[in-house]
């Protein structure tokens, strides 16, 4: 149990364009979705928290009109990167907590991630 | 600014070596910590969440402690095997206890038969 998804797994684009990946939530409903971006040696990095059915929160330097987040039901986030920028060459990760789980020090489940890369 | 750090960077062991890592991280305001396992091309596995000072958790030959006061936790693998090479990740929750974490660098295991 406990399995998200996310698609596609690798997508190569070119500068200019958007890109539109999905999490899903396989076998439980997530009220909340987290999206990580990972560079090169560095730490997973939040981007935003994506909240069922209300705007996302996202962190500090993290630019909205940038990177849309829609969370329109309780096994599905999508993420936007919009007009991408080879600096936006990132890998993505979402990850999502049970809505069972109740407490907010849960576990999260992860996605396998996205591996952006703009020409 | 939470600061959540992960040594070594990189280990290799023997096959059937028992092996530790280290998480650090602020002391103050904790409320829990995370350990992942992250294999290539696969998604981070939960391994434990842990929030008491002292505590101490296993799964199968993986176990670890955790000290809230110092602010670390120690990761243990006893008898390594070849599947057991990850890259293991730490993360804590950030002073306000929502539930967004803040993960360190990871440490990444290979195990050689």
């Given at each position: ?119 | ?8 960077q990189s280990l ?96 990444r ?5």
């Amino acid at each position: 149990g406990a399995v998200v998804s996310q698609h596609p797994s690798r997508v190569i684009c070119k500068s200019g364009t958007s890109v539109k990946i999905e999490c899903r939530s396989l076998d439980f409903q997530a009220t909340t979705m987290f999206w990580y971006r990972q560079f090169p040696k560095q730490s997973l990095m939040l981007m935003a928290t994506s909240n069922e059915g209300s705007k996302a929160t996202y962190e500090q330097g993290v630019e909205k009109d940038k990177f849309l987040i829609n969370h329109a039901s309780l096994t599905l986030s999508t993420l936007t990167v919009t007009s991408a920028h080879p600096e936006d060459s990132s890998f993505y990760i979402c990850s999502a907590r049970d809505r069972r789980a109740g407490q907010t020090t849960a576990a999260q489940y992860f996605g396998p991630g996205t591996r952006l890369t703009v020409l | 600014i939470l600061n959540v750090e992960q040594s070594p960077q990189s280990l290799h062991v023997q096959e059937g070596d028992s092996t530790n890592f280290t998480c650090s991280f602020p002391s103050s305001n904790f409320y829990a910590l995370h350990w992942y396992r992250w294999e290539t091309a696969k998604s981070p596995e939960a391994l434990f969440v842990m929030t008491l000072n002292g505590d101490e958790k296993k799964k199968g030959r993986i176990s670890a402690t955790l000290n809230t006061k110092e602010g670390y936790s120690y990761l243990y693998i006893k008898g390594s095997q070849p599947e057991d090479s990850a890259t293991y990740l730490c993360a804590s929750h950030r002073p306000s206890g929502n539930t967004p974490l803040v993960f360190g660098k990871g440490t990444r295991l290979s195990v050689i038969a």
